[in-house]
C-alpha cells in the first residue's frame, strides 16, 4: 500500500494504515495481518446474524437511554445495509483467528461505525460514531459470538434445512403411494427375505426425513437460548440488566424463531453444548441421507447386470468411454455431501472441547463448519428431491423374482412347522424349482392350500396368514 491509496485509522494499540476505501479500521487491518492463513470466510448468514445483533442492541440501548437517538438511528441504518450484504467485501478475516471471534467482531463494529458515521455527515476513521462505545455497548465478543452462531444457524435450520427436508418427505411419500401396489423381494443382509412392497420401502424413507424434521425441532429449541448479556465472563459487567431481553425480543420479531437470554451465562460462554448438540443432529440427518441415496442408487443398478428394481431419472451422460451408460449421479452428490457433514460435525466436536475455565475459544470454526453443515444438507436434501426422486419409475424386476423367491416359504412355517418349511426352501434352492413346486410335493398341502398360504401381497401385512397352524 502507498500513501495514496490509504488512510490512518486508530486503536487502542496505535496508528494503522487501512486501504482508503475499506469501512473497517485498524483492528480489522491488525488481524487481516495476523491471520494470513486460508481462503475461508464467515458466510454471509453468520455475518446477516451479527448485524442483526448490533442493529437491535442500539435500539436497545437507545430505549434504554443509553444511546443518542440520532446514533442509534445512524447505527441501526449502517447494520441494515450489512444484513442486506450491501457491505460484505468489508468483512475480510479468515476464519482461523482469534478463538473468541474478537476479530470479527471487531470487523463489524468498525465497518458499523465508519458507515454510521458518514451518514451522520462524517468522514470514516473520524470516529463520530465509536466502534467500542457505541455499535458494541453493552457487549463483548465473547457473549456476542455466540449469540451469532445459534442465530444464524436457527435462521439456516429455518429457511432452508426444513424446508428442503419437508419438501424430500413430501415427494418420498408420494413416491409410496405410487409404488404401494408394487410388490418384491424384501432384503436383509443382502440375502432375499419375505415380500415387502416398494411402496413401504419408500414410506420408511419418508419417515426418516419425518423423524429429522423432529429431531432439528429440539435442536432448535436449545440453540434459542443464547449468550447475549453475560459480556466478558458471564457476569454481565457493564450491560444493562435489561439490555439482553431487550435485544433478544428484536431478534425473536425480526427471524420469527423465539431467541430468550440464557438462565446460566457462565455455561453459554464457556461452552458450545447446544452447538455440538445442533451439529450432532445434522450428522445424524446426513446418515439417514445416506440410507436413502445408497438404497435408490442400490435398487436402480444395472440395468441388466444389477437389481434394477426402479430406473432413475437421466440427468447427464455417465462415462466419457462408454456410450448410453447413465450413472446415479445425484445419489452420489448426495454421499459425498454426507462425508463433509460428518467431518463438519467432527470440527464442530472438537470445537466443543475447547471450552477453558470462562470461555470457549474455538468459536469461529464451530461456526464455519455448523453453517456449512446446514447449507449442504438443505440444498443436497432439495437437489435429491427435484433430480432423482420425484423422477423414481417403478420396472417389473422386482415383481418378476417374487414367484420365485425362496422366502416365499416363511409363509408354510404355521402351517407345517419352521423345520419342514426351511427344507423345502433349501431343496427349492438345490434344484432351482419354486417354494410351490416343492412345496405341492413335500408339505402335504393341496393346491387350494397353497395358493391361499403363497400370497405375496398379504405377506406384507402382519398377521398369521390364513392357515390356523402355529409356529414360526
Known amino acids: 500500500m502507498t500513501a495514496t491509496n490509504t488512510r490512518i485509522e486508530r486503536d487502542s494499540m496505535g496508528e494503522m494504515e487501512v ?69 460484505d467485501d468489508h468483512f475480510v478475516l479468515d476464519i482461523f483467528q482469534t478463538g473468541s471471534g474478537t476479530s470479527t467482531n471487531t470487523n463489524a463494529n468498525e465497518v458499523i461505525a465508519n458507515r454510521a458515521t458518514e451518514l451522520l455527515g462524517g468522514d470514516r476513521g473520524d470516529r463520530l460514531v465509536h466502534p467500542n462505545d457505541h455499535v458494541n455497548m453493552c457487549q463483548s465478543s465473547n457473549d456476542v459470538i455466540p449469540t451469532a452462531i445459534h442465530i444464524a444457524t436457527l435462521t439456516a435450520i429455518k429457511e432452508d434445512l426444513v424446508p428442503a427436508l419437508r419438501e424430500l418427505q413430501a415427494s418420498l411419500e408420494a413416491k409410496a403411494e405410487e409404488f404401494w401396489p408394487i410388490v ?42 443464547v449468550a447475549l448479556g453475560g459480556t466478558a465472563v458471564g457476569t ?14 428484536i431478534l425473536s420479531q425480526k427471524i420469527g424463531v423465539e431467541v430468550r437470554e440464557t438462565e446460566n451465562h457462565f455455561q ?54 462408454m456410450p448410453g451408460k447413465v450413472n446415479p449421479v445425484i445419489a452420489e452428490s448426495v454421499i459425498q455431501v454426507v462425508a463433509q457433514v460428518i467431518g463438519n460435525d467432527a470440527a464442530v466436536a472438537v470445537a466443543g472441547q475447547g471450552g477453558y475455565f470462562e470461555l470457549n475459544m474455538m468459536f469461529p470454526v464451530a461456526a464455519y463448519n455448523i453453517l456449512q453443515a446446514t447449507s449442504l444438507l438443505a440444498a443436497s436434501a432439495r437437489n435429491f428431491s427435484r433430480q432423482c426422486v420425484t423422477g423414481l419409475v417403478a420396472t417389473t424386476a422386482g415383481p418378476d423374482l417374487v414367484e420365485r423367491g425362496l422366502m416365499l416359504g416363511t409363509a ?61
Open 236 to 249: 454481565g459487567v457493564n450491560a444493562h440488566p435489561e439490555f439482553a431481553a431487550g435485544v433478544c425480543a
Open 19 to 87: 486501504p482508503e476505501n475499506a469501512y473497517y479500521g485498524a483492528s480489522t487491518m491488525r488481524a487481516v495481518l495476523n491471520f494470513p492463513i486460508s481462503d475461508l470466510r464467515f458466510p454471509r448468514a453468520f455475518i446477516r446474524s451479527l448485524a442483526l445483533i448490533k442493529q437491535a442492541a442500539a435500539n436497545t440501548n437507545v430505549k434504554l437511554g443509553l444511546l443518542d437517538s440520532a446514533f442509534g438511528r445512524a447505527i441501526d441504518a449502517a447494520a441494515q445495509e450489512v444484513i442486506d450484504g450491501d457491505l
Open 268 to 321: 453459554a460462554q464457556n461452552t458450545l453444548d447446544s452447538v455440538v448438540e445442533a451439529s450432532a443432529t445434522l450428522r445424524t440427518i446426513a446418515i439417514s441421507l445416506n440410507k436413502i441415496a445408497n438404497d435408490i442408487r442400490w435398487l436402480g443398478s444395472g440395468p441388466r447386470a444389477g437389481i434394477g428394481e426402479i430406473m432413475l431419472p437421466e440427468v447427464q451422460p455417465g462415462s466419457s468411454i
Open 184 to 225: 418384491k423381494t424384501g432384503r436383509t443382509h443382502l440375502q432375499d427375505a419375505t415380500p415387502v412392497r416398494l411402496g413401504q420401502e419408500f414410506r420408511g424413507y419418508a419417515g426418516q426425513a419425518e423423524r429429522s424434521l423432529r429431531r432439528l425441532e429440539h435442536a432448535a429449541a436449545e440453540l434459542s437460548e
Open 412 to 472: 408354510l412355517a404355521p402351517a407345517i412347522g419352521y423345520d419342514k418349511a426351511a427344507a423345502i426352501a433349501k431343496a427349492a434352492a438345490a434344484d432351482g424349482r419354486t417354494i410351490r413346486e416343492v412345496a405341492r410335493e413335500q408339505s402335504g398341502l393341496s393346491d387350494e392350500e397353497l395358493d391361499v398360504l403363497l400370497k405375496p401381497d398379504e405377506m406384507t401385512e402382519p398377521g398369521l396368514g390364513k392357515s390356523a397352524g402355529g409356529g414360526g
